[in-house]
């Protein structure tokens, strides 16, 4: 498996993010994306994870272009917003089952073991309103701790609203991802060392002032 961002150039109103920018990963690499807010790092992220179309560019998955390789890059990609996606509605159980389901997965028996997993099997029939952030942050994450073969995991500030104890147990899964051979692209203002065949730091400037 393999993830290029070729050229890729990204506009905001009037505004460009950034231009001709180069992204290289392979099986096991971890890059952490940097910057000031606005600076484009939601923005890149959700351009390598297939959610929006460069202004300029390609993204490039096992040597396809993403348009023609989407059915094969869907089936191997984990992507965790800012903002928890949760049916605020549906119970944490329901909503991992949706989840699952969503992804074109059944995870059935492995529903219940997830939530024991991440600390949420007391709270596991309260609707996602009621969740804590915490809460409501580690039940988004849970599908990462299982076994389903994640090839590339794309997540934005997994590790905020979280308590050591979380923080830890997710340094820890993405870790054994980095190992089975995963592409893990990131932001995060917490001090995390993943622990990746090669790590790369991408420091986006933005737009000029």
């Known amino acids: 498996m393999s993830l290029r961002g070729v050229q890729l150039g990204c506009v905001r109103g009037d505004r460009t993010l950034f231009d001709a920018l180069d992204v290289a990963l392979d099986p096991g690499d971890a890059l952490w994306v940097q910057g000031a807010n606005g600076s484009g790092k939601t923005s890149l992220l959700r351009l390598l994870g297939g959610l929006a179309t460069p202004a300029s560019g390609s993204v490039v998955w096992c040597c396809r272009a993403l348009p023609d390789a989407r059915a094969d890059f869907h089936r191997h990609l984990f992507f965790l917003g800012h903002a928890p996606a949760l049916k605020d509605d549906l119970s944490a159980r329901e909503n991992l089952r949706f989840a699952d389901r969503l992804a074109g997965r059944n995870a059935g028996d492995e529903i219940d073991p997830l939530l024991a997993t991440v600390g949420l099997a007391p709270v596991a029939d309260l609707p996602a309103r009621r969740l804590s952030q915490g809460q409501r942050k580690r039940l988004a994450q849970a599908r990462l701790h299982g076994g389903a073969p994640y090839?590339?995991?794309?997540?934005?500030?997994?590790?905020?609203?979280?308590?050591?104890t979380a923080t830890a147990q997710l340094t820890a899964t993405l870790d054994r991802r980095l190992a089975a051979g995963a592409?893990?692209?990131?932001?995060?203002?917490?001090?995390?060392?993943l622990?990746?065949?090669?790590?790369?730091?991408?420091?986006l400037e933005g737009p000029p002032c």
């Not at 592409?183 to 060392?193: L, N, S």
């Not at 622990?195 to 420091?203: N, P």
């Open 151 to 164: 090839g590339l995991l794309v997540l934005d500030e997994p590790f905020s609203a979280l308590d050591d």
């Open 183 to 193: 592409i893990v692209v990131y932001t995060t203002h917490q001090p995390v060392a």
């Open 195 to 203: 622990q990746a065949r090669r790590s790369f730091t991408l420091t």
